[in-house]
């Protein structure tokens, strides 16, 4: 799901495409993030086992510590009985009031300025057990905004768990298009709250490139889950040839100046009334952004820390928090050096994220997460910022209906559907309380506060 | 005599103790603990078999014995065990060690008194 595939009004209009498609392709077009991967039923009927189980709430992505472990697995657990189907579908569909219509250069098309409702996304899902060690999840999406198919997510795994000395370890190989992808908690990009977000929203302002790469990349990763507790993962990720990129429909990041490393260290205790993990995670790359101007790359070093606590006890009442700390040291000799496009050739980005749930009957739920972007101040780069930062921060609140996704749910394992409002709110975007919107007039970041309703099903 | 009668006491006090402990397990407390600790991998109703078998009926059962469920172990298969309520609270207490070889990946429930609830959950569900 593009979650958070929101252009940005002021960048878009305010330096020109140019810009956009030299730097902040690679740094900050949130378009290239790929979809939101998230509740597969073919997994529950894999399994036999409830959507409750792996996911909080009853509907995905927020991994329960069952989940994690199915992940980690390689996606082969099975009830024993064969003939289970690894297909999956999904449809995500909303409506999208911004409190003051956008301008018209920063407008959608295909759509108005506002109040717009689309089918925001229609998925296939190839996700399933393969053999006793090898299990897919793979997620091809048309996108009912922008009227295209692409491949959008792919983790091809491996797994196996064995005996190291007297402990219990899994070991795993994923093949994938996505550096956090492959993560089992709900700290990191991809599997963060929000978990569905409407592609009229305004989006969270820059991000660092391992968030950025959605699609565009092709990764080998191996991983470790020892003793149940110590997680560890590396992976070694290329950007995709042009005709590889055209094939899928994806987005183009530049190319990759060598190889991007990803990397994950984490803690996990799950006590089976509650859990938590504590982790560290990094990625590194060199990016030429212009494949017809090759041998300069900027340079991107990503850096961060996160935390979860759940507790689950009978799973009446669940509560979850999932925080995360993300810096990004960029260095851009391209489009500093190159292209004069940049006013540092060093720069930096913080990122913050936070979000607490609460779940009832794993029926109701209700979500309040916030967001807090800062960066170097950058004129040349930050165009639409009246005071050259990207400073975007604000909060985000939903509330959703889950009815099915139990044991006992009607049309279990096959009928599963989400039915939610969210409310995004801004205090700062693209530096402060107001930035230059694509038509080159002043615009409050307040301007920008959503309300959307959604409706989120699965077969 | 009188010292073998005193023994024979504290141990027929023992026993009586240790079934009372058991006994007074509170299937209303052992069902949120099988939600806790059970739930993910079995269910409670009749029929319906996750990665583990159901447990309605578990007590009393044979190992292995779940007739549509194929993802036994042959150590579970082979072990012979008949699951009377302290073999489930030996087993539920360390799984490995009552059936070494077997599929469970569960450490253990130290709790006395919440195995004995989620046994006399276990029992109730006829």
Known sequence: MRASSAKWPGIAGGLGLRIVGKILCVTALLGLSASVANAVPSYARQTGSDCVSCHVGGYGPQLTPYGMNFKLGGYTDTDGKDMKIPLSAMLVANWTRTSKDVAEADKLEYFGTNNNAAVQEVSLFLAGRMTDNIGTFIQSTYSGVEKKWALDQVDMRFAR?????????????????NPTLTDPFNTLAQWRFPYVSSDFNAGFGPTPLMENL??????????????????????????????????????????????????????????????????????????QPDRSDLGTANDYRDLGIDAAYQFLGNREHIFTVNASYMKEWQTL???????????????????????????????????????????????LLYGSSLNGRPNTSGYILQGDWTPWGKEDSWGAPFANVRLGVQYTGYNRFMGGSSYIDGDGNERRATDNNTVMLFLWTSI | MKKYSLWSAVFIVSVTLSQQSMAAGDPKKGKDVFAEECGDCHSATPGKNKKGPSLFGAIGRKAGAVPDFSGYSEAMKQSDITWSADKVDSYIAQPRKVVPGGKMKYDGLDDLAARADVIAYLSSLK
């Open chain 1, 161 to 177: 768990s064995l005996k190291l000395g007297d402990k219990d370890a899994t070991l795993g190989l994923s093949l994938n298009n």
């Open chain 1, 214 to 287: 959605g699609g565009s990349v092709a990764g080998a990763n191996a991983y470790m889950l020892f003793d149940k507790n110590f997680y560890a993962e590396l992976g070694l990720y290329d950007t995709l040839s042009t005709t590889g990129l055209n094939m899928i429909n994806a987005g183009d990041a530049g190319k990759f100046k060598g190889v991007g490393t990803y990397w994950r260290l984490a803690y996990v205790k799950d006590m089976k009334r509650d859990n938590f993990n504590i982790g560290l995670v990094g990625f590194n790359a060199k990016v």
């Open chain 1, 333 to 379: 000799n391209y489009t500093y050096s190159n292209l004069a496009e940049a006013d540092n050739l060093k720069n930096s980005l913080n990122q913050f994220r936070l979000a607490g749930s609460y779940h009832y009957n794993q029926t109701w739920g209700a979500t309040a997460g916030i967001f807090d972007t800062r960066g170097s101040t950058d004129s």
